[in-house]
Antibody, heavy 119, light 104 residues
Framework: QVQLQESGPGLVKPSQTLSLTCTVSGGSISSGSSYWSWIRQSAGKGLEWIGRINTSGNTNYNLSLRSRVTISVDTSKNQFSLKLSSVTATDTAVYYC???????????WGQGALVTVSS | DIQMTQSPSTLSASLGDRVTITCRASQRISSWLAWYQQKPGKAPKLLIYKASSLESGVPSRFSGSGSGTEFTLTITSLQPDDFATYYCQQYNSMRTFGQGTKVE
């Protein structure tokens, strides 16, 4: 059973860079042809897909965030990571990592990490 | 970008009710649509993929239908555990979620 766990600072100052890591357990991040995605959810709001990466390093990003987002992968650690630069209060959200499986739907999710942007 | 619009935003229902949630895509997405259930403080849970395929372990009272631009999630007999927020998601081009439907 694949499990995902987000980790990183829960508080980031405005204009700084938000950094989160997702650790995959219960299977190799390199198995199959899966992509691995980041998704966020602001308080009381819906879900927003941020972007995805596969283990070859191919990435796709949400056009609205693309200028500020970098997603990377470290297969040796079974991890993938998110960096979001120049954050503002509107980037405060619960950030989820997820497996973007064969079909393009999200079948495994982390528990979520709350990141607050505040000075 | 493909926009996904769900209706209604909130739905009041009782135990045993048949519940229907609609999701419309701004352009045709074939059957590349998934449905999720989310409870407060929890990650979303996959219910349906490819518009009508039931994820393993999901009760058969959940079903999905549709193709092209209009899709439906149906719960045939609402159970206590089903009070939650439901989201559709397209994966025809990148990934986009609907705004959610809260079943209360």
């Amino acid at each position: 059973q694949v499990q995902l766990q987000e980790s990183g600072p829960g508080l980031v100052k405005p204009s700084q860079t938000l950094s989160l890591t997702c650790t995959v357990s219960g299977g190799s991040i390199s198995s199959g042809s899966s992509y691995w995605s980041w998704i966020r959810q602001s308080a009381g709001k819906g879900l927003e897909w941020i972007g995805r990466i596969n283990t070859s390093g191919n990435t796709n990003y949400n056009l609205s965030l693309r200028s500020r987002v970098t997603i990377s992968v470290d297969t040796s650690k079974n991890q993938f990571s998110l960096k979001l630069s120049s954050v503002t209060a509107t980037d405060t959200a619960v950030y989820y990592c997820s497996r973007d499986g064969f079909g393009g739907y999200f079948d495994y999710w982390g528990q979520g990490a709350l990141v607050t942007v505040s000075s | 970008d493909i926009q996904m619009t769900q209706s209604p935003s909130t739905l009041s229902a009782s135990l045993g009710d048949r519940v229907t949630i609609t999701c419309r895509a701004s352009q045709r997405i074939s059957s590349w649509l998934a449905w999720y259930q989310q409870k407060p403080g929890k990650a979303p849970k996959l219910l349906i993929y490819k518009a009508s395929s039931l994820e393993s372990g999901v009760p058969s009272r959940f079903s999905g239908s549709g193709s092209g631009t209009e899709f439906t999630l149906t719960i045939t007999s609402l159970q206590p555990d089903d009070f939650a927020t439901y989201y559709c998601q397209q994966y025809n081009s990148m990934r986009t979620f609907g705004q959610g439907t809260k079943v209360e």
